[in-house]
């Protein structure tokens, strides 16, 4: 529903009213805005001047239309005569603005990355794209795609109506190939946990301090922004900034501490905001009850991993049969029999497709072993398979180097 911005003029001698209309009421540079001037004695269009403060004017019309190129404030004069006196003048403050803009992510973009740019705010769905690397402009949609083949800072300009518009809209962008303080500010993987390391946790209805935590290996440097998500409803919103470094750990906090009024299994996840995060993020859970809230508890054999260098080992199916139970809680052993460390391993947890958890282990040494432990609600499992795998993410591209699965049934 269009909004209309209404001038009322007081001619007290007489008692009535003059009314200066214009629409839209917060107009843009280049958008086309129209004035209308009523009175109740009735305007008599021959006598109509418009001055719109801008140098520009109309003459003998009640109704017209005006663009502005620029933006600022601008005094509207209209004189007229009615049908019952003459030479009767208003004038009104207009306000225009430039709210038009060019957006792009990732923010610190190297060469080869595929950058999306965002014209938002434009005034039409045609924009002539100018990337500022001597490629040649193209016409093209409000979001464009585009790749720097070489490092630098480039201006980038966009204009309305495939580049009829006067006004020309850039912004920067820097592209690097550096590494280290200086790159590009991403997330490579994200843990969620509680404080005992575990994804789920059990608590008595109305405990304090309940707390979840997310550990991030990140490169760079920048702002993270970020919501922790009860259910699916905001809970706390995150902004900071995270020095150079690969590894930093952040919290829910206490100051309210999570939710546990309301008896029953509730979710948890961190929503990243900046930077973009293209993976999913796994939800961890944890259960209020009155007393103990009892899980069925079910083993997983002890997962040797034997070979590293991207390959994938094994796949084996093994059959585990549970009773049916509102939860269920999986536990698991990982051992590495590898002759070497991994830096950085990832181990992630799938039901079919879907991620259900994930656990970084650092300095995974050879014959190390480590306890991992998932949940899993009845609402969300109906029986299926389970896969378990391992990366090592010490470098930029992840290694799959094991893969177990296992068919899960219900008895």
Same mark, same amino acid.
């Given at each position: 529903? *269009?909004?209309? #911005?209404?001038?009322?003029?007081?001619?007290? !001698?007489?008692?009535?009213?003059?009314?200066?209309?214009?629409?839209?009421?917060? /107009?843009?540079?280049?958008?086309?805005?129209?004035?209308?001037?009523?009175?109740?004695?009735?305007?008599? /269009? /021959?006598?109509?001047?418009?001055?719109?403060?801008?140098?520009?004017?109309?003459?003998?019309?009640?109704?017209?239309?005006?663009?502005?190129?620029?933006?600022?404030?601008?005094?509207? !004069?209209?004189?007229?005569?009615?049908?019952?006196?003459?030479?009767?003048?208003?004038?009104?403050?207009?306000?225009? #603005?430039?709210?038009?803009?060019?957006?792009?992510?990732? /923010?610190?973009?190297?060469?080869?990355? +595929?950058?999306? #740019?965002?014209? +938002?705010?434009?005034?039409?769905?045609?924009?002539?794209?100018?990337?500022?690397?001597?490629?040649?402009?193209?016409?093209?949609?409000?979001?464009?795609?585009?790749?720097?083949?070489?490092?630098?800072?480039?201006?980038?300009?966009?204009?309305?109506?495939?580049?009829?518009?006067?006004?020309?809209?850039?912004?920067?962008?820097?592209? !690097?190939?550096?590494?280290?303080?200086?790159?590009?500010?991403?997330?490579? #993987?994200?843990?969620?946990?509680?404080?005992?390391?575990?994804?789920?946790?059990?608590?008595?209805?109305?405990?304090?301090?309940?707390?979840?935590?997310?550990?991030?290996?990140?490169?760079?440097?920048?702002?993270?922004?970020?919501?922790?998500?009860?259910?699916?409803?905001?809970?706390?919103?995150?902004?900071?900034?995270?020095?150079?470094?690969?590894?930093?750990?952040?919290?829910?906090?206490?100051?309210?501490?999570?939710?546990?009024?309301?008896?029953?299994?509730?979710?948890?996840?961190?929503?990243?905001?900046?930077?973009?995060?293209?993976?999913?993020?796994?939800?961890?859970?944890?259960?209020?009850?009155?007393?103990?809230?009892?899980?069925?508890?079910?083993?997983?054999?002890?997962?040797?991993?034997?070979?590293?260098?991207?390959?994938?080992?094994?796949?084996?199916?093994?059959?585990?049969?549970?009773? *049916?139970?509102?939860?269920?809680?999986?536990?698991?052993?990982?051992?590495?029999?590898?002759?070497?460390?991994?830096?950085?391993?990832?181990?992630?947890?799938?039901?079919?497709?879907?991620?259900?958890?994930?656990?970084?282990?650092?300095?995974? *040494?050879?014959?190390?072993?480590?306890?991992?432990?998932?949940?899993?609600?009845?609402?969300?499992?109906?029986?299926?398979?389970?896969?378990?795998?391992?990366?090592?993410?010490?470098?930029?591209?992840?290694?799959?180097?094991?893969?177990?699965?296992?068919?899960?049934?219900?008895?």
């Amino acid at each position: 529903m *269009k909004k209309f #911005f209404i001038i009322f003029i007081f001619a007290f !001698s007489n008692f009535v009213f003059a009314t200066i209309i214009y629409n839209p009421t917060e /107009p843009n540079v280049e958008q086309e805005i129209n004035f209308t001037v009523a009175h109740p004695d009735g305007v008599y /269009p /021959p006598s109509v001047f418009w001055n719109f403060g801008d140098g520009t004017n109309a003459q003998g019309v009640v109704n017209t239309t005006k663009i502005y190129q620029t933006s600022g404030i601008f005094i509207v !004069s209209v004189t007229y005569d009615t049908y019952k006196a003459q030479n009767l003048s208003e004038n009104i403050t207009i306000n225009i #603005f430039e709210r038009r803009r060019i957006s792009f992510i990732p /923010p610190n973009p190297t060469i080869a990355t +595929e950058i999306t #740019f965002r014209a +938002e705010n434009f005034l039409s769905n045609q924009i002539l794209w100018d990337f500022g690397d001597g490629t040649e402009p193209q016409c093209l949609q409000t979001i464009a795609i585009h790749r720097y083949t070489i490092p630098g800072r480039f201006t980038v300009s966009a204009r309305d109506w495939c580049g009829n518009s006067v006004s020309n809209i850039t912004t920067t962008i820097n592209v !690097s190939e550096e590494r280290g303080p200086r790159a590009p500010f991403k997330i490579s #993987f994200i843990q969620l946990r509680f404080e005992d390391g575990k994804s789920y946790k059990n608590v008595i209805k109305n405990s304090k301090n309940l707390i979840a935590y997310a550990d991030i290996k990140y490169e760079g440097t920048g702002l993270l922004i970020a919501q922790w998500e009860v259910d699916g409803v905001l809970f706390k919103q995150i902004n900071k900034v995270l020095p150079y470094a690969n590894y930093t750990t952040i919290n829910s906090g206490n100051i309210p501490s999570l939710p546990t009024e309301i008896l029953g299994i509730h979710n948890i996840t961190l929503k990243i905001i900046q930077p973009q995060v293209e993976y999913p993020i796994p939800t961890i859970r944890y259960f209020v009850s009155l007393g103990k809230y009892e899980v069925e508890k079910i083993e997983f054999q002890k997962i040797e991993v034997k070979t590293l260098g991207g390959e994938i080992v094994k796949v084996e199916e093994n059959k585990i049969k549970a009773p *049916k139970a509102k939860h269920f809680i999986f536990e698991g052993k990982i051992k590495n029999n590898l002759e070497e460390k991994i830096n950085y391993a990832l181990l992630r947890i799938y039901i079919e497709n879907e991620l259900i958890d994930q656990k970084i282990l650092k300095d995974f *040494k050879k014959d190390d072993e480590v306890n991992f432990e998932t949940s899993i609600s009845e609402r969300d499992f109906k029986g299926g398979r389970i896969y378990i795998l391992l990366y090592d993410i010490t470098s930029d591209k992840p290694k799959l180097i094991y893969l177990k699965k296992y068919l899960l049934t219900f008895f």
